[in-house]
């Protein structure tokens, strides 16, 4: 989702419940979780103090949403994975301009390197339409090639929900825009990196009534979904999803690009379903999950929990100033185990 995340749009309201338009993960070599950091919140820690309080919970990777010498410089020889946004108001001048492709690698990747470790440059959080981003990232990823970064450190991008269409059952997922979006995956096959995309079934849940909360949360339903396009069985909206993009992206030729889900969450407080302890189950679930793969893909899977804190000056719905897992102060909002079971 987006404008509360990080600072993109906000999510379009979903319809029927697995006619679910979404997005997900699929197998890395190792389960990876991590966890988004937005910074739209009031009394947040320095950045190198939560540098710490990833360390000290046992938090392997990090999102973060623009460049920031600050937290650049907390991250050295933390060991910490790093997926980078340019930010989307970069994303026009970096399509646009190779030289400030090159520049921005320069100031914020080359100055770093290898003391941050850095998994992905994200260029584009959401962005409507997608017009300039492949150029933007075929741009980035030209300026890493010429630093002889390209290997290690991939370019994506981040999509939204919607745009995957015909989603139920999973196996019929198709780009709704397959002009936009099949360069882009073609990109992607090329260079051997993963789409990035932006899983919510909180919002699924919240803006559809028949959704059962438990098959949203990972909990034993009533609820399963028979596939007949390929024999599978889903019984969490979450695999549902996830295997819908994987099916869109085999439709254009992507079948060999893994999914990262860049932002997953629930929210605590605020909207239909946010509590306490529904935000724990999801999230606890979550990260056990990665381990286990979807019926589609089996296999550990690469995650972003989102989000660090509660962020307090965000606009939009209540529900996105609750997504926190910590509080401002550092406590917990809950307690959760991130290495999983």
Same mark, same amino acid.
């Given at each position: ?21 979404? %997005?997900?993960?699929?197998?890395? /070599?190792? &389960? ?13 820690? /320095? ?70 470790? %850095? ?8 962005? #409507? ?37 015909? /989603? ?52 034993? /339903? ?57 935000? &724990? ?13 979807? #019926? ?29 897992? %910590?509080? #401002? ?13």
């Amino acid at each position: 989702m987006a404008a509360a995340r990080g600072g993109c749009a906000a999510p379009p309201v979903l319809a029927a419940a697995l006619v679910i338009v979404a %997005f997900a993960a699929t197998a890395t /070599s190792v &389960r990876a979780i991590g966890v988004c950091y937005g910074v739209i919140g009031s009394g947040l820690p /320095s950045k190198s103090d939560v540098v710490q309080l990833y360390k000290s919970n046992g938090i392997g990777n990090m999102r973060f949403y623009f460049a920031d010498q600050e937290l650049l410089n907390a991250l050295r020889g933390s060991g910490i994975g790093l997926a980078l946004d340019v930010g989307n108001d970069k994303v026009g001048d970096l399509a646009a301009n190779p030289a400030s492709a090159a520049s921005w690698v320069r100031d914020n990747v080359q100055a770093y390197y290898p003391d941050v470790s %850095f998994r992905y440059i994200v260029v584009g959080n959401e962005v #409507p339409g997608a017009a300039s981003v492949l150029q933007a990232m075929q741009n980035v990823h030209d300026a890493l090639a010429s630093a002889g970064l390209a290997g290690g450190i991939k370019v994506s991008t981040a999509v939204k929900m919607d745009v995957i269409d015909n /989603s139920s059952p999973p196996s019929s997922g198709v780009f709704k825009d397959p002009s936009v979006m099949s360069p882009i995956v073609q990109f992607l096959a090329a260079n051997g990196a993963p789409l990035l995309a932006n899983v919510y079934p909180y919002f699924a849940y919240e803006y559809n009534q028949d959704i059962d909360l438990s098959y949203a949360l990972f909990q034993p /339903s009533s609820t399963t979904v028979a596939d007949p396009g390929n024999g599978l069985t889903y019984t969490n909206l979450f695999d549902a999803m996830v295997d819908a993009v994987h099916a869109a992206l085999d439709k254009v030729g992507g079948g060999s690009v893994d999914v990262v889900v860049s932002e997953s969450g629930w929210p605590s407080a605020d909207g239909r379903g946010a509590t306490v302890d529904n935000a &724990r189950t999801y999230n606890q679930n979550l990260i056990n999950h990665a381990g286990k793969g979807t #019926p589609r893909k089996p296999g550990p899977m690469e995650v972003y929990v989102f989000a660090m804190f509660n962020e307090d000056q965000k606009d939009g719905d209540p529900t996105e100033k609750k997504f926190g897992l %910590f509080n #401002p102060d550092k406590t917990p909002v809950y307690t959760i185990n991130f290495s999983g079971n």
